[in-house]
């Protein structure tokens, strides 16, 4: 496997850079694809999202992105993908023919598994029975709709461009087409109160899908709503959402596994527990991130994100599509491992730790105990997971793990 530096010239190596020791062993490798285009932009998305032509370039985006995979081989060869996540975006727009294609090309250049988890995100009001029928057919077992509300006016002032009816339909044939479904729901709404949030939360999980990914609406860097501020609802009616939505989910057996994420039994996302178990994930389309290891070293990836340049550079095949493509350092990798770890409820097996990122637990260990006896990381000798009182605060312990804190 050490010749496949040789194969990626566009590495940037900085000081430090690297695994503190080799990795003994690869972790799990997905697939995520980015689909960039929506009806419209959000104004409170910060994704790399982009309003769709009239015309969809399919034919160019397929080409682009088969050039991508293609750049992308040598450093994944030989390995098994367990998911495949295709987000955006809206990926519902691409026709089925287009869908059928792009799993095509994945499934010739790549070592799915027979039962590997391939995900489609979808928004309601781009939802079709047939076309979702399509999409099972072609390969999709799992489709995550980003419902968001099932209330008009929360729906309205979000921008969105469906109704409640709509998002319900959309539900049904999701349903209807694959076995595996989730839904994204957000509270805290321009105007919502305890009871609306409440509404939405009872009706979403009244559907019997196996996921809900439960957001709390922040208004992020660079958006509208950042520049023109909605009036939101205050902490403490904030706070009364999250503690209710937790106690609705908990009394009709949804295990709250992940900081947003809630399943029945198993509906965990697969794809989503490789990301937060510091797992290896390939990256292509346009603004899409990557993360992939090395027995010697770890690498991040990011492609251009405006959909005409980075279908413009692809096909080049000079690397000129990348806007990262790097090492990562040595002295990062302990608070990149511990801002995906410790979002999960039931953490990670502590021998993760230096399996996936080369780096001695030895290192760790005096932030280990402080935070231990601070009460924000459970006294658990075989795993490393936040104890609630660290969950509350888990921004404070995540950033006990960054390179000047531990140095």
């Not at 995520?32 to 370039?57: E, G, I, M, T």
């Not at 509270?187 to 109160?193: F, K, V």
């Not at 992940?258 to 990301?275: M, Q, T």
């Not at 290891?293 to 251009?304: E, G, L, N, P, Q």
Request: proline fraction near 7%.
């Amino acid at each position: 496997m050490s010749t496949l530096q040789d194969l990626s010239p566009s590495v940037r190596i900085r000081p430090g850079a690297g695994p503190a020791t080799l990795l003994p062993s690869l972790p799990p490798l997905s697939v995520y694809v980015h689909v960039p285009w929506c009806v419209r932009k959000c104004p409170y998305c910060d994704f790399n999202s982009h309003a769709a032509p009239a015309q969809l370039p399919e034919e160019d985006y397929l080409s682009a992105l088969q050039a991508d995979l293609e750049q992308n081989l040598p450093l994944i060869w030989g390995r098994q993908v367990i998911s495949v996540f295709i987000g955006g975006g809206t990926p519902s727009l691409l026709s089925a023919s287009a869908l059928d294609r792009m799993l095509a090309l994945l499934r010739a250049y790549l070592n799915l598994l027979p039962d590997a988890e391939i995900t489609l995100e979808a928004n309601p009001g781009t939802a079709e029975a047939q076309r979702f029928l399509d999409y099972a057919r072609s390969g999709i077992n799992r489709i995550s709709l980003g419902v968001q509300s099932f209330d008009d006016q929360a729906l309205k002032a979000l921008g969105r461009v469906h109704d409640g009816q709509q998002a319900r339909q959309a539900i049904d044939m999701a349903m209807k087409a694959v076995d595996r479904v989730n839904l994204d729901l957000m509270y805290a709404l321009p105007g919502q109160s305890p009871t609306q949030s409440e509404q939405d939360i009872l009706q979403a999980m009244s559907f019997g899908t196996e996921h809900l990914s439960l957001y709390h609406l922040t208004l992020e860097p660079n958006t509208v709503f950042a520049k023109y501020p909605p009036v939101l609802p205050d902490d403490d009616d904030s706070a009364a959402m999250q503690d209710r939505l937790i106690e609705l989910t908990a009394a009709q057996g949804w295990h709250q596994y992940e900081i947003s994420a809630y399943a029945k039994r198993g509906g965990h996302s697969r794809h989503n527990l490789n990301y937060w178990e510091f797992g290896d994930y390939l990256g292509i389309g346009p603004g899409a991130h990557g993360k992939l290891s090395f027995h010697d070293r770890i690498i991040r990836t990011a492609t251009v994100r405006n959909p005409v340049s980075w279908m413009e550079a692809a096909p080049r095949r000079d690397g000129s599509h990348y806007a990262r493509h790097e090492r990562v350092s040595a002295a990062d990798l302990p608070f990149e491992f511990m801002l995906n770890a410790l979002r999960l409820k039931d953490g990670v097996p502590a021998n993760y730790f230096q399996e996936r990122t080369g780096v001695p637990l030895a290192r760790i260990l005096p932030v280990l105990r402080r935070s231990i006896d601070k009460g924000l990381l459970a006294a658990d000798p075989v795993r490393i997971r936040a104890s609630d009182l660290g969950w509350r605060f888990l921004n404070d312990l995540q950033e006990a793990f960054l390179p000047d804190e531990l140095a």
